[in-house]
Each structure stands twice: as structure tokens, then as C-alpha cells.
């Protein structure tokens, strides 16, 4: 199995920026995908998840209603779409897919991408 992510970038703030994450190697029918984040100073976040089949999603109160997260089934595709972006969402953003109950655990999600890179200034 494997996650890509793409579209990370620079943006000042208030800002938008689209993530990519393309899986291959298996059919996740069954699987949740899910959005993490991370900087140095804090541990891995939970930023927002999607079930494969039905496109269930769920999401961190501190993006509620800025980021949304969306599949394409036929391309093998999950995406972020992040809009009024502030400095507190700079961090490095995985893609990780799991079966796991608990969506907002890390430990869930046993296959990871290998990350890209936000930054959002002020």
C-alpha cells in the first residue's frame, strides 16, 4: 500500500491550498482515509477523515467549516481543500489509511504517506 501527498505549499494568510494524496496498492473498500498534521512542538493531529465507500467525513473542531475533505474512487484519490488558512495550520500534512474505530487516533491509521509541507504566514 501506498499514500502520496502533493500541494503543499507557501501561502499568507487567508489563503487556500488544495492537499493531494494518491493511494495505491490495494481497494480500501472498508477503509477510512484521514488527514493528520504536524509540527516540532506538537504531536500528530487529527485534522479530518473520510470513509472509502460511503464518504462519511469527519473533522477537528479548529477546521470545521474551513477545510473539507472529499474522494474520487475511480482515481484513488483523497483530497484537502483548505480555505481561509491561518498560521496556526502550518504544519507537515499526512495521508494515512486504516479500518480502525477511532478516527482521531494516529494508531488507527497503520499506513502513512510521507508528508507535505504547509506553511502559512502571517
Known amino acids: 500500500v501506498r499514500l502520496v501527498e502533493s500541494g503543499g505549499g507557501l501561502v499568507q494568510a487567508g489563503s487556500s491550498l488544495r492537499l493531494s494524496c494518491a493511494a495505491s496498492g490495494r481497494t480500501f473498500t472498508n477503509y477510512r482515509m484521514g488527514w493528520f498534521r504536524q509540527t516540532p512542538e506538537k504531536e500528530r493531529e487529527f485534522v479530518a477523515s473520510i470513509t472509502w465507500n460511503l464518504g462519511t467525513t469527519y473533522y477537528s473542531d479548529s477546521v470545521k467549516g474551513r477545510f473539507t475533505v472529499s474522494r474520487d474512487k475511480g482515481q484513488n484519490m483523497v483530497f484537502l481543500q483548505m480555505n481561509n488558512l491561518k498560521p496556526d495550520d502550518t504544519g507537515v500534512y499526512y495521508c494515512?489509511?486504516?479500518?480502525?474505530?477511532?478516527?482521531?487516533?494516529?494508531?488507527?491509521?497503520?499506513?502513512w504517506g510521507q508528508g507535505t509541507q504547509v506553511t502559512v504566514s502571517s
Open positions: 494515512a489509511t486504516g479500518t480502525g474505530s477511532f478516527v482521531t487516533s494516529p494508531s488507527n491509521y497503520p499506513t
